[in-house]
């Protein structure tokens, strides 16, 4: 049976193995990445379409940040296919290849590295069978496009192949590096296995003949303390809590109910094995032994441990355990993610490097924490900039709806705008929304006679959809209350022009909250703490119509 402890010689032969590995690094047998410590920024560039990536998420300010933190390398996961005009061409969008060149700038200019990696990746299904001929496309363009750019531009093939036979994806990742090398000989070329970039099947990839090449592969090890409370898994983690790192049989959780019988219920059941630290520093010496052998750098892509559900101590010690036992191996690495539920931050979204660093977390990774100052909440007193050609700073752009579209960077926006939102199509309920980072105070502007104003358009008659706020929920019992506004043809006219909007905030009205069941309006909602903005097609679907927004204010 699995995870039995490890008997007393097998543990002596581990560490010597382990002494082995580190000896080979520290004499110099592997070689060195050309960058060392680094951070993924996940979910900017992983959207479904180019029309959908909030360029303004992201700044050259947190770019230099993150190099503050003593990191060298930042790893942009892309959703590449999608970024693409798709069969049979896979030509990239322009837009997107804009936003591309802006970010890789930004990194240049700070001598920063950048890793564009693709990052067309679910979970839950296969790396699809056609991918050569995809890939070729992609990078053919790509190689092409940064050619010529500084050697802090690094390309990485294919984030996690998976559900594709390894020595077949070893074979097509080896064409794609050819195909790189015949537009590109200089920019490092990231490879790893198949099997989501296993550390255990970095045996299974030949010795390629291209120079600069470093091998990847993504740490997780043991999964029942790293993903607890995941979603996205099989069988899904969501039940399971508090299991340690390290193993303390005292604080061992119970199985939980859905879990049993699963993979999920042996790890836990021989979790004393399997999460040892002996076992954690045995696992890393594979990738050790192939380096030394093969004499090429290796970089561990991704590490991380899920916030929600892990003890914020262990998280910490899991942290400080495999940075420390990779840097020894002489490996680079990338923790998943910045900013996320994975990230370094405290909470885990909505926060900033300058007020909300996880500081032990920041410690145990050997980075140099920011000086950080408290965020202090106070009222908006001076208007907010919403979407004026991009999302406003600390706004988070959303659409919900099968079916419609949502694009935020429409090119029929009136003068002098660049970016209009279009969005139209969708079924009842769908929407698109204006999230705020951090809730919002927005109280002095309603007692000041502050309007939301807008330009708008709609192409034909016999449509409506609302307007409104949304409060945040912040203690037991609160509802998400809606303060509301409905945009018909006595506001907009249904005559295909811009019209500009003004709505003030005092003469919008609370419409009830919607909280797993409806709830009537009972003049609770709060001006003082407000999460996002939100077009809704609230009252019927909008098949056949669209709607045109620009420079989108909270204004005197």
């Not at 999460?275 to 990738?287: H, K, N, Q, S, T």
């Not at 140099?368 to 406003?392: C, E, M």
């Not at 003068?415 to 279009?422: E, G, I, M, N, T």
């Not at 105070?441 to 709609?458: C, H, I, P, Q």
Request: charged share 20%; proline share 7%; net charge negative.
């Amino acid at each position: 049976m699995r995870n039995k402890l490890v008997p007393f010689f097998l543990s002596a032969l581990l560490l010597i193995v382990t002494a082995m590995a580190a000896g080979a690094a520290e004499s110099g047998a592997i070689p060195p990445a050309p960058f060392s410590r680094g951070v993924n920024l996940s979910g900017w560039f992983e959207v479904p379409s180019p029309r959908q990536i909030q360029f303004t998420r992201y700044s050259r300010k947190d770019f230099e940040n993150i190099q503050a933190l003593g990191c060298d390398v930042i790893r942009l996961p892309i959703n590449l296919k999608a970024m693409t005009s798709g069969s049979p061409d896979y030509t990239l969008d322009p837009l997107f290849l804009s936003f591309l060149d802006e970010v890789i700038g930004w990194a240049e200019e700070l001598g920063i590295y950048i890793i564009v990696d693709n990052h067309t990746f679910d979970p839950a299904i296969p790396t699809e069978k056609d991918v050569e001929k995809v890939l070729l496309k992609e990078w053919a363009q790509l190689a092409t496009r940064y050619r010529d750019r500084s050697d802090f531009v690094a390309f990485e093939v294919l984030n996690e192949p998976h559900g594709i036979d390894v020595v077949k994806w070893a074979k097509i990742q080896g064409r794609v590096v050819t195909a790189i090398r015949t537009i590109d000989a200089r920019h490092a070329i990231i490879v790893g296995a198949a099997n989501f970039n296993s550390y255990r099947d970095m045996a299974s990839l030949p010795a390629y003949p291209e120079k600069n090449l470093i091998y990847t592969f993504h740490f997780y090890d043991p999964m029942v303390f790293t993903h607890q409370g995941a979603s996205w898994t099989a069988p899904s983690l969501t039940t399971l809590s508090g299991v340690p790192f390290p193993p303390d049989s005292g604080r061992m959780p119970p199985v939980p109910a859905k879990l049993k019988g699963t993979w999920i219920e042996n790890d836990l059941t021989g979790y004393g094995a399997l999460a040892a630290p002996e076992r954690i520093e045995a696992a890393l010496d594979i990738p050790a032994r192939f380096a030394a052998e093969r004499k090429v750098p290796v970089f561990c892509g991704e590490l991380g441990v899920y916030i929600p559900n892990a003890p914020a101590s262990d998280r910490v010690a899991w942290h400080r355990l495999v940075r420390t036992a990779l840097e020894k191996r002489g490996f680079s690495w990338a923790i998943w993610d910045a900013y996320g539920y994975f990230g370094l931050l405290n909470p885990a979204q909505g926060g900033s490097l300058e007020h909300d660093l996880n500081l032990p977390l920041v410690a145990a990774l050997g980075l140099t924490a920011l000086a950080q100052t408290p965020f202090v909440p106070g009222p908006v007193t001076k208007g907010l900039d919403i979407y004026r050609d991009y999302p406003g700073e600390g706004i988070v752009t959303g659409s919900y709806g099968a079916k419609g579209s949502a694009d935020f960077y429409s090119s029929d926006a009136p003068a002098p705008r660049k970016y209009a939102l279009r969005w139209g199509g969708c079924d009842r309920y769908g929407n698109v929304t204006f999230g705020f980072a951090r809730p919002l105070d927005l109280s002095t502007l309603a007692e000041k006679g502050y309007a939301l104003e807008f330009l708008a358009r709609v192409d034909k008659p016999g449509s409506a959809i609302e307007i409104r706020f949304r409060s945040t929920v912040s203690a037991s019992g609160e509802k998400p209350w809606r303060m509301s506004r409905t945009l018909d043809e006595s506001l907009l006219p249904a005559d295909g022009t811009w019209h500009r909007i003004r709505i003030p905030l005092s003469e919008m009205r609370e419409t009830g909250a919607w909280d797993n069941a409806w709830f009537e309006p009972a003049g609770l909602f709060s001006w003082k703490k407000v999460s996002v903005l939100e077009f809704v097609a609230e009252g019927q679907a909008l098949a056949g119509f669209e709607y045109s927004f620009a420079d989108i204010a909270i204004v005197k």
